[in-house]
């Protein structure tokens, strides 16, 4: 049923191939969050149809879709698990010209969304952000808040964790200008190992309302962004997360089958602290007896110091401004760069394969720079390959263990600095600089960048800023286009929502 023309007032629909660049579900949820508040009808084909694995619309996809054409007064076509075809058609009620903000009426202020599954709640979030911002500036309601609590998982293969969520998007969102944002971790929900839901409420200031010159009243404005005119800064010291288990080693595999396991905790929540043994002690001796934690703190801090002393010591802040921070800190270790590290008191896991680790780089200018591993995956958030199917026993627990340290501290380093992209300079990309944030926060900013040029006044400086595109991910390039097939020359209408 094409609905497009007769019911939208907006025109034919946005024809979207959903295998376009990365082809995946983000493509879907920025063209349904742009359509919800531009008013414009889109269709997707071809839904996730560059995934080798099952294609189309997954639990979260539905959910954000579902909530988004109910609070917008849309239509939808196509909206079923494993659908590759999707058709989302807003409707747009007339209203008096003064109050044209409000054509689909405040949002409310809680809002609960629960998945059958531990897909990424995050992912829903993802969705929902844009539209909550905007909707929720329509309210009457002096400094009103919206509460979204989501369940099912927090810490999510191919996508955002709640650790990277709470350690460097909500603080990089903060920075760039939007709106502030809290989220809050009620119970972790994970995506590997036994299955478990889990629920987080996130709480977020709407847009404020600005006068619009051009005609009576106030409409919400998105912040201008230009992440390209940030400068990154120098690293002046890095914070480590790591959540697993205090049990020892499954005894078939040679580390921790010694012993019962001195340091095995009891079950139920628990926080410690543990500061890894110095170098020069025998670690590795067959008596000594080590936690999953322990093994993974150990491992984590070897690597990573013996990678920062191979970077270039121009990307580190000096040791004369940062050094305070390290002194008399009992949980605390100088980098190789003069920097500190430091590691997270995290709570306790129950499952060898409740494994994960977040490093994260705070930077002079203000920013995080992230990169975590999760338990049998390949990546961080928005990783996007598999490289080891989940393993069938605890027999191979430790050579995963070992793979996850290595691909999330050299993913890391990556971040900080990509020798491929620095010794391939040219004389025209040699003035420019890495983006502020890491490759999988840019991507996410892209939407708002979008918006802020639609709905704000542009700079009339006329400067531009030197960002280097080649840092660019697939799915930057991916979100880019959609926002352009979505926002291109529609400016007009941007400014006249709600």
Not at 36 to 65: C, E, F, W, Y
Not at 263 to 281: K, L, M, S, V
Not at 291 to 318: A, D, M, N, W
Request: glycine content about 10%; proline content about 6%; some cysteine.
């Amino acid at each position: 049923m094409d609905q497009s023309d007769g019911m939208n007032p907006k025109g034919q629909a946005i024809h979207l191939d959903g295998r376009t660049l990365e082809g995946g579900g983000q493509l879907v949820r920025i063209a349904v969050a742009l359509s919800a508040l531009t008013g414009r009808p889109v269709k997707i084909d071809h839904i996730r149809g560059n995934r080798s694995g099952k294609q189309g619309l997954k639990g979260s996809h539905l959910a954000a879709i579902t909530y988004l054409a109910c609070v917008s007064r849309s239509s939808v076509v196509g909206a079923e698990l494993g659908s590759t075809s999707l058709s989302f058609y807003p409707q747009v009620v007339q209203m008096p010209r003064d109050r044209d903000h409000e054509r689909g009426g405040a949002i409310e202020s809680h809002i609960n969304i629960a998945l059958k599954t531990a897909g990424s709640v995050f992912l829903v979030f993802q969705a929902l952000y844009p539209y909550m911002l905007h909707a929720g500036a329509n309210s009457s309601v002096p400094e009103r808040q919206i509460t979204l609590s989501i369940v099912g998982g927090t810490n999510v293969s191919f996508s955002p964790s709640y650790d990277y969520v709470a350690q460097v998007l909500v603080p990089n969102f903060a920075r760039v200008g939007l709106p502030r944002l809290s989220v809050q971790l009620i119970k972790r929900g994970w995506g590997t190992g036994p299955f478990s839901l889990g629920k987080v409420t996130l709480v977020a200031d709407p847009l404020t309302l600005c006068e619009d010159g051009n005609r009576a009243g106030s409409s919400p404005r998105f912040p201008p962004i230009d992440l390209s005119r940030y400068q990154r800064g120098t690293i002046s010291h890095v914070e480590i997360t790591i959540l697993a288990p205090d049990d020892p080693f499954p005894k078939s595999t040679g580390r921790g089958a010694h012993g019962n396991g001195r340091n095995q905790r009891p079950g139920g929540t628990q926080f410690r602290r543990h500061r890894p043994r110095a170098e020069g002690n025998n670690d590795d001796s067959p008596n000594v007896t080590r936690t999953i934690r322990q093994f993974v703190e150990l491992e984590i801090f070897r690597s990573l110091r013996k990678g920062l002393r191979k970077l270039p010591s121009c990307i580190f802040t000096s040791r004369t401004s940062s050094s305070s921070a390290a002194v008399g800190h009992p949980h605390t270790e100088s980098g190789s760069n003069d920097i500190p590290v430091n590691i997270h008191t995290t709570e306790v896991t129950h499952h060898y394969s409740h494994v994960y680790i977040l490093i994260v780089a705070h930077t002079s200018t203000g920013f995080r720079v992230g990169h975590d591993a999760l338990f049998g995956v390949n990546g961080g958030p928005g990783a996007r390959r598999a490289r080891h199917k989940q393993r069938n026993g605890p027999e191979e627990v430790e050579m995963v263990v070992k793979d996850l340290v290595e691909r999330c501290v050299d993913g890391f380093l990556e971040e900080l600095y990509d020798p491929r992209l620095r010794q391939g300079s040219t004389p025209v990309n040699r003035e420019q600089h890495p983006p502020c944030v890491d490759r999988y926060l840019r991507d996410q900013l892209a939407v708002f960048e979008a918006l802020g040029k639609s709905t704000s006044q542009p700079n009339d400086d006329g400067s531009r800023g030197n960002e280097d595109e080649r840092y660019w991910s697939l799915h930057m390039q991916t979100a880019r286009w959609v926002c352009e097939e979505m926002l291109s020359n529609r400016a007009h209408d941007m400014k006249h929502l709600y």
